[in-house]
């Protein structure tokens, strides 16, 4: 049922839904450009890089107010220890009446999940404390929490908001037509998984690892840059509708309907590859109802998809005091020279 139906089907087939595909995706990144554009400049007033200014005067200072870095600080200090206590972040409740052998099997479950999370899982831990920095600045992060073929374990990842694409329509995550989330692999990852059979093995040319400005601006904080060497492919993986050639849904009757069902189709994105088509419904199921992979996690429900942060928040704020703070230093540097 889950296997890749992209070695089945002929390339005429194929190839126009790896191109409708990133074609969508294109679009619907450049609908929330404002969005990226907002964030991106809100980073600057984290002001963990000094900034040497020469205006008004050299030497001016470059100080930033850290009204924003210490709020982002805190809300990360006393989130972590309320979502990921030392015993475990996973509690239980029973639900109607409460009998010995309810909560007897109500702690076996807690023990077990709680040792899954925290022993089996090693990326867990870190990642969510990644998230829990990320989430108050951009105000949406989402995980992705699905079964590793290669690891042979489940995962929740962490994704960033600034990889995951919906379109302009969407309001959750439950009525979005179509889902992209981005992913950056080695070639030898890649490779792996070509030869395991989770992706077609085509060959694809090593492509240039383009950046998009909110990973620089992401970089550039943090100090480092992208070398010439490496070997990044990018791909999209879009969970999507499709009224698939030859996999039609149908009728009781055995008619085609037309209705699209869902699928995940994922795609190398300089070359519009397509490298897998999967089935996203469960064998047994009528509805043919979407899996949801992704859990989406909002500082403040906004006024779409997207949460808002306190770079929406105290963005203002943030700039007008680091404005005051530079012009007080500027004042008493200048009237104190000779």
């Not at 070509?194 to 990973?215: A, C, H």
């Not at 990018?234 to 009224?243: F, G, I, P, Q, S």
Request: proline share 4%; with cysteine.
């Amino acid at each position: 049922h889950f296997d890749n139906l992209a070695d089945i089907l002929p390339d005429e087939v194929v190839d126009p839904i790896g191109s409708e595909l990133r074609f969508q995706y294109q679009d619907n990144k450049t609908s929330r450009k404002d969005w990226e554009q907002t964030y991106t400049q809100g980073l600057d007033l984290l002001g963990f890089k000094y900034e040497n200014r020469s205006e008004p005067f050299q030497g001016a200072s470059g100080a930033t107010h850290p009204v924003l870095a210490e709020a982002v600080t805190q809300f990360q200090a006393t989130a972590y220890k309320e979502l990921l206590p030392a015993e475990g972040p996973v509690r239980t409740q029973i639900l109607g009446l409460s009998t010995r052998e309810k909560e007897d099997q109500s702690i076996r479950v807690k023990d077990y999940m709680n040792y899954q999370i925290m022993n089996e899982m090693p990326e867990y831990e870190a990642e969510f404390d990644q998230m829990l920095f990320y989430l108050p600045l951009a105000g949406s992060t989402f995980k992705k929490v699905y079964y590793d073929d290669l690891l042979g374990r489940a995962v929740s990842k962490f994704v960033q908001a600034d990889d995951l694409v919906v379109p302009y329509s969407a309001t959750s995550l439950e009525d979005a037509e179509a889902i992209c989330h981005v992913i950056k692999t080695t070639q030898n990852d890649l490779k792996k998984q070509q030869v395991s059979g989770f992706y077609r093995n085509i060959d694809l040319q090593v492509p240039y690892n383009e950046e998009s400005e909110l990973k620089k601006k992401e970089r550039e904080i943090e100090g480092v840059r992208k070398g010439w060497q490496e070997k990044i492919f990018t791909l999209v993986e879009c969970h999507v509708n499709l009224d698939l050639e030859g996999f039609e849904d149908k009728g009781q009757a055995g008619e085609t309907t037309g209705i699209k069902v869902p699928y995940i189709v994922t795609i190398e994105n300089a070359t519009r590859k397509v490298l897998a088509i999967r089935r996203n419904f469960k064998l047994d199921d009528p509805l043919k109802n979407k899996i949801q992979y992704f859990v989406h996690f909002r500082f403040l429900p906004g006024l779409g998809f997207y949460g808002f942060g306190l770079i929406h928040m105290i963005g203002g704020l943030s700039r007008t005091a680091t404005s005051a703070l530079r012009q007080l230093l500027d004042a008493g540097t200048l009237s104190n020279l000779p």
